[in-house]
């Protein structure tokens, strides 16, 4: 920026840009950019007291001006589109509220026993097993239920407790962990369990504007995390 903008700057109350015009770039206005009031200001004030002698050159006063224009209009893009995702998640969030009440299936490894005394879920067999096997520990990490599938292709495998452990004695309700494993072809492998639960509230992320519904078991998903709705 020329000495004779920066000082006609000064005159009309303005703060100079930290950084000069002629880098290009988009943050050029710096930290205190100029509205478009300002900078029409100083455009009438640059062009009242130019040198008779030496007139702007048209090229420099068009280059300020599609600079403005751009800085402005990506300025004006990003106010848009922070509304329209505000917009969509206020949206998403209405509808997400529907499910309140009602149970999702997602992937987990918590699952709620409800007072009705049943704990459901699936597990995600990656590829046919001779067996799958579903192991239930309660809050202390102790082994109280094994739920064997038998042979399963591979998909989700439905699986479901009624509270009675392996003693025989009744479970108290509550969020007990679920782990899996299947045999295949000679190996013991690991598998992801999925869980149902009741959805109690919903929010939205501020860093991510993202739904999240926040279940019985404790957990907080995403509308995408939904495998099944029942």
Do not use: R
Request: glycine share 10%; no cysteine.
């Amino acid at each position: 920026m020329s000495d004779l903008n920066v000082a006609l700057m000064q005159q009309l109350g303005l703060t100079a840009p930290t950084t000069a015009a002629s880098s290009g770039t988009t943050s050029s206005l710096g930290s205190s950019q100029l509205s478009q009031s300002d900078f029409l200001q100083l455009m009438t004030a640059q062009l009242s007291n130019q040198d008779p002698t030496q007139p702007m050159d048209s090229g420099q006063f068009m280059a300020q001006i599609a600079q403005f224009s751009m800085v402005s209009g990506v300025q004006d893009m990003q106010s848009s589109i922070q509304q329209l995702v505000a917009s969509i998640s206020a949206n998403q969030a209405m509808q997400a509220a529907a499910l309140v009440g009602h149970q999702v299936v997602t992937a987990g490894s918590s699952a709620e026993l409800g007072v009705n005394g049943t704990l459901g879920g699936a597990v995600g067999v990656s590829q046919a097993a001779s067996d799958v096997a579903v192991g239930i520990y309660d809050s202390s990490g102790q082994l109280v239920k094994t739920l064997d599938l038998g042979a399963q292709g591979a998909g989700l495998a439905p699986f479901s407790w009624n509270g009675v452990t392996d003693s025989g004695a009744t479970a108290p309700s509550g969020v007990y962990t679920i782990q899996a494993q299947a045999n295949v072809n000679g190996e013991t492998q690991a598998m992801t369990t999925y869980v149902a639960a009741t959805v109690n509230s919903v929010s939205i992320d501020n860093s991510s504007q993202q739904v999240l519904l926040n279940t019985s078991n404790g957990q907080s998903v995403t509308m995408s995390d939904v495998q099944q709705i029942m």
